[in-house]
């Protein structure tokens, strides 16, 4: 432990590395408040000038990109309500309505600590458990996968506003959405009308541009004269003493959720954000506040995607297995670098996985002070006249699907779920339950086929495993909870 200590330490006296850090830290804030790129694009359009550098140096750059662009999301979520990246979608739920009350640099402020909190703790974790860690994540098989994905959906429920049931509808319609393109064990075609640029199915960038940036273009048209009301710098400020007494508690709970899911290969920060929201709902005093400017709710959904960053690390460097989209840029970076991911890497090259977590730890500690500059600097978002900044909105989203595979279909994608979300909105329906149902359906389909190639097709087996039948349990609770211990008490005031 002590070696590893020192290996960490090695990074502040590495004034190349410390450079690159910081210069990778402002491209990684510039690309996660544009929409659409976000930390895997960033990851994917840096990794061939990494090829040059040294291992470490190399590895450190994709994994600063990685926790800054997961912050920075968090800055247009709250200024225009256009999550930078999908990690902040949860986000604007309570953050661009608390800007919306002139409290933007409040908002921002518990961002940037809540972020920060989030991504030291989970590399603290890392460091320590890292071993362990991996050893749990190795001890999922499908059953426990499918009824993770099981239980995320059922949280649904009481991510945002507009009512359990469009909110259910909407995650039902993102399962859909997950099965356009080939079946993964047939090779079917589904709902791809003869277009084979589908056959892998949908892109989750172009989807979520046109969901949260386009359709939120198209809401915003019909306010297009409307005054603009100027966020003074001096509101841009550190959480206040009140603030920390009501988010500490939301902020460390979010952190043990963030780093386990984020540990769980294939989840990541998205699904930890959407989840650390809804148990910040659920365990609130307040709950009344939630969709009108909860600083619980901006402090669980930043803590979570943050620590999920840190979590995602270890399947990918100990177990070979990437945790999220951003780490499989990176586990291509270990390859191409010589570093075999595996239990080996951590016997054999320990003072390079440490380095590359002390990395990981200055780049947090860089991007909670450049947040809170930086922070001034992007509140003037908000000055610009809507006629103005929509149109480069508009632009910088069509310039994000297109970046992804250089697609104009990804532009039609985007530029069809702008309707769409806009449809969605203009009834009722919350838009992110559609991109937590598309994340998760792939999720449930592969899983729950090959739970039944385990048992046979004996279905009912899955309740026979021990973790799955504990999440689908937790699912149970998150759909029917409220309903049953509302007719329990019912029948308990009745009976006395």
């Known amino acids: 432990m002590l070696d590893a200590l020192l290996a960490m330490g090695s990074v502040v006296f590495d004034p190349y590395l410390l450079l690159l850090i910081f210069l990778t830290t402002i491209v990684g804030v510039v690309i996660g408040v544009l929409p659409g790129l976000g930390a895997t694009t960033g990851a994917a359009l840096l990794l061939p000038f990494t090829l040059t550098m040294a291992p470490v140096h190399a590895i450190a750059v994709l994994a600063t990109i990685y ?19 999908a990690a902040a979608a949860a986000t604007t739920f309570d953050g661009y309505p608390l800007a919306k009350r002139g409290e933007a640099g409040r908002a921002l402020g518990i961002a940037v600590v809540s972020s920060t909190v989030g991504g030291v703790f989970s590399v603290v974790v890392l460091c320590i458990c890292a071993p362990l860690l991996a050893r749990v994540a190795y001890e999922f098989r499908p059953p426990e996968y499918f009824a993770l994905a099981v239980f995320g959906l059922s949280m649904l429920a ?44 949908l892109s989750f960038v172009p989807v979520f ?18 005054a603009i009301v100027a966020v003074r710098l001096k509101a841009v400020m550190l959480p206040s003493r009140e603030d920390y ?38 365990w609130s005093k307040n709950k009344e506040e939630f969709g009108n400017g909860s600083v619980e709710g901006i402090a669980g959904a930043e803590a979570a995607n943050n620590s999920a960053t840190g979590g995602a690390m270890v399947p990918t460097m100990v177990l070979g297995i ?20 595996g239990p080996y890497l951590f016997t054999e090259q320990v003072d390079t996985v440490y380095q590359i977590f002390g990395a990981m730890l200055v780049a947090n500690l860089m991007f909670m002070a450049m947040g809170l500059y930086a922070a001034k600097l992007f509140a003037r978002l908000s000055l610009v006249p809507s006629k103005l900044l929509w149109p480069i909105v508009f632009a910088l989203s069509v310039i994000g699907a297109y970046a992804l595979h250089s697609s104009m279909l990804d532009v039609w994608i985007a530029l069809i779920f702008g309707v ?20 998760l359906g792939e999720m449930v389909e592969t899983n729950l ?7 046979d097709g004996d279905w009912w087996l899955i309740f026979a495993q021990p973790l799955a039948a504990l999440f689908l349990f937790f699912a149970f609770l998150g759909l029917f909870g409220s309903a049953i211990f509302a007719w329990l008490r019912a029948r308990l005031w009745s009976s006395s």
Request: aromatic letters at 8%; glycine letters at 14%; hydrophobic letters at 50%.
């Open 67 to 85: 926790v800054s662009a997961t912050f920075a999301g968090s800055i247009t979520a709250i200024l225009i309500n256009t999550p930078g990246t």
């Open 322 to 341: 990437p945790g999220s989209g951003t780490t499989a840029v990176i586990l291509v970076g270990l390859l191409v670098h010589g570093l075999r991911p």
């Open 245 to 282: 007494r009501r988010i500490w508690k939301t902020v460390l709970r979010s952190c043990g959720i963030g780093t386990f899911i984020g540990v769980l290969p294939a989840e990541g920060a998205t699904v930890a954000s959407m989840i650390g929201y809804a148990e910040a709902r659920r």
């Open 158 to 201: 009481s991510i945002s506003a507009g009512g359990a049931v469009r909110n259910l509808i909407g995650g039902v319609f993102g399962v859909w959405l997950a099965t356009i393109g080939a079946e993964p064990t047939t090779g079917i075609e589904r709902f791809m009308f003869g277009n084979y640029e589908l056959y892998e199915g």
């Open 420 to 439: 769409v979300g806009f449809l969605a909105r203009r009834h009722g329906f919350a838009v992110a339950p559609i991109a937590v149902g598309l994340i």
């Open 209 to 226: 541009i046109g969901l949260f940036a386009i359709s939120e273009l198209l809401v915003q048209s019909k306010h297009v004269n409307r």
């Open 449 to 455: 086929q090959n739970s039944l190639k385990m048992f």
